[in-house]
């Protein structure tokens, strides 16, 4: 907060409906990865430092605000109805009064915008002393955005699709929407903006052709990757953009040392961090806050949410892991679902339909088939049988069980909690197992079985043969 930039200021629309989404949320409220379109424009944002952020709102409001309530520092206009982007940016005019210096106008729906086209984009205009700067690219298929009409080489007027001619629709230059205003003329200026165009609204792209005859200086930066620059109108864009996110996260990872066996079928959200030489088989989602250290092999179709791997760790097929963590050389699953707070020790290992909860597994424990383990403490060198459950729901509340290093718990045992099983206990395999073991015992706890000769001859009404 201490180095930000006094003299700048960052405005972000984000009170259109975006129609074209044909959604009940808000367009800035949809998501690619975990972050909505709008926590991308911010990050961008805060990239450059501003002195404050506003944000306009309108429709759905009280969501868009509810959403970015944790946020610190934001500053709120409200635009009701929503009549355009000149409109909109009228709207910020209480809030930025009695600021000076430059303003930095963004749009809620271009998520790939990166920090350092934004501080090229202040050192342009304030290079240069512009009233205005708009950020342009050259684009294969300009259709829908605004053109850059140029006369002797300088931007002289934004024409919107629906309003340019045939000629003007051969333009490929496009306004990426984003651009920096001088404070000064900038209210004032939107005043002189009508809404005689082909949607009726107020647009903020006829501010152009107003400074130029006025005599205001209006700058370009000119783009070389137009796809920063995206805007996401409809879903089809949006998964597009979704694609490009994730390629870039891909190939930052590739060139970090990062094996990723199928990338086209890879979903890696923005923040994982990968350790060199860990493999990555296809289908693989990766969300949130996860760590994978070095060397680790996640194989095909597995899910691992806000999780951390150290190194060496295998995750075999179709595993699902939610905020776990699993250490140096530990091996999971296939077919394992090891939920929240979840801790499995080194060299661990937790085979198929094995389901953790709450749960700690020592060093070098085993529970290698068809478990539900939950709010148990097991320490290390434990071998978990085939089958073994750990009772801990009593219908009202969750109870725990210890299970001590070495001990050793026969298949097909369901353990009672709360419970504890001594260090170096033997549980006998099919236990029901509802007091304490002391160490080195051996708790047994089923029925006697009893053989009775002869039963089904005697059943049938058939003599026994002898
Ligand atoms: C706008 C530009 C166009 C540019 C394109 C880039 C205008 C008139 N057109 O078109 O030149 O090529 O962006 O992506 O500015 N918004 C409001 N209030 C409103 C209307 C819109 O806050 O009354 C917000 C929207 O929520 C959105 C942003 O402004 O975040 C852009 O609006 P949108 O309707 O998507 O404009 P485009 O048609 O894409
Ligand atoms: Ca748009």
Redesign the pocket.
């Known amino acids: 907060m201490t180095n930000n930039d006094s003299d700048l200021h960052v405005v972000i629309?984000?009170?259109?409906?975006?129609t074209r989404m044909k959604s009940s949320l808000p367009?800035?409220l949809h998501r690619i990865s975990d972050l909505a379109l709008i926590d991308y424009v911010l990050r961008a944002a805060d990239a450059v430092a501003p002195a404050s952020t506003t944000v306009?709102v309108?429709?759905r409001a009280d969501v868009v605000r509810e959403h970015l309530r944790t946020r610190p520092r934001i500053e709120f206009a409200l635009?009701e109805p929503?009549?355009?982007?000149?409109?909109?940016l009228q709207t910020t005019e209480q809030v930025l009064a009695g600021r000076t210096g430059t303003v930095v106008l963004l749009?809620?729906?271009?998520p790939l915008l990166s920090p350092n086209t934004l501080r090229r984009l202040v050192d342009t205009h304030r290079g240069a002393n512009a009233a205005a700067t708009v950020v342009t690219a050259t684009v294969e298929r300009p259709y829908?955005?605004?053109r850059i009409v140029r006369t002797d080489g300088r931007i002289a007027r934004?024409v919107?699709e629906r309003d340019a001619s045939p000629t003007e629709r051969q333009i490929r230059e496009?306004?990426?929407?984003i651009y920096a205003f001088d404070l000064a003329p900038l209210f004032e200026s939107l005043r002189g903006i009508a809404s005689q165009n082909a949607q009726g609204?107020f647009?903020?792209?006829d501010l152009i052709a107003i400074y130029r005859r006025r005599g205001l200086s209006v700058e370009t930066l000119l783009i070389e990757n137009s796809q920063e620059?995206r805007?996401i109108?409809s879903r089809t864009e949006l998964a597009e953009v979704s694609g490009l996110l994730r390629q870039k996260k891909n190939e930052e990872l590739m060139g970090a040392g990062v094996t990723l066996v199928d990338p086209a079928t890879t979903y890696i959200d923005p923040d994982v961090e990968i350790g060199a030489d860990t493999v990555i088989h296809p289908g693989v989602v990766l969300e949130g806050q996860t760590r994978i250290g070095a060397a680790c092999e996640v194989r095909a179709h597995v899910r691992i949410t806000d999780s951390t791997l150290g190194d060496r760790v295998t995750i075999d097929n179709f595993c699902v892991l939610v905020g776990a963590r699993v250490a140096d050389g530990a091996a999971i699953g296939p077919f394992a679902h090891l939920r929240p707070e979840t801790v499995v020790g080194e060299k661990a290992k937790i085979g198929n339909f094995v389901e953790l909860k709450k749960t700690t597994m020592g060093p070098g424990s085993k529970a290698s088939h068809l478990s539900y383990l939950g709010d148990a403490t097991i320490g290390a060198g434990v071998n978990v049988g085939a089958g073994t459950i750990t009772c801990n729901y009593d219908g009202t509340r969750k109870h725990p069980t210890v299970i001590e290093d070495g001990a050793f718990i026969g298949s097909d045992s369901q353990l009672i909690a709360p419970v504890t099983i001594g260090k170096g206990a033997y549980v006998a395999a099919g236990s029901s197992i509802t007091g304490d073991v002391p160490p080195g015992a051996l708790g047994i706890g089923r029925g006697q079985q009893v053989n009775k000769e002869g039963w089904v001859a005697r059943k049938k009404g058939t003599p026994a043969k002898t």
């Open positions: 629309l984000a009170a259109g409906q975006g367009k800035v306009v309108g429709h635009q929503q009549l355009g982007t000149a409109h909109a749009s809620g729906d271009v829908g955005y605004g934004i919107e496009i306004n990426s929407g609204e647009y903020l792209t620059i805007g109108n």
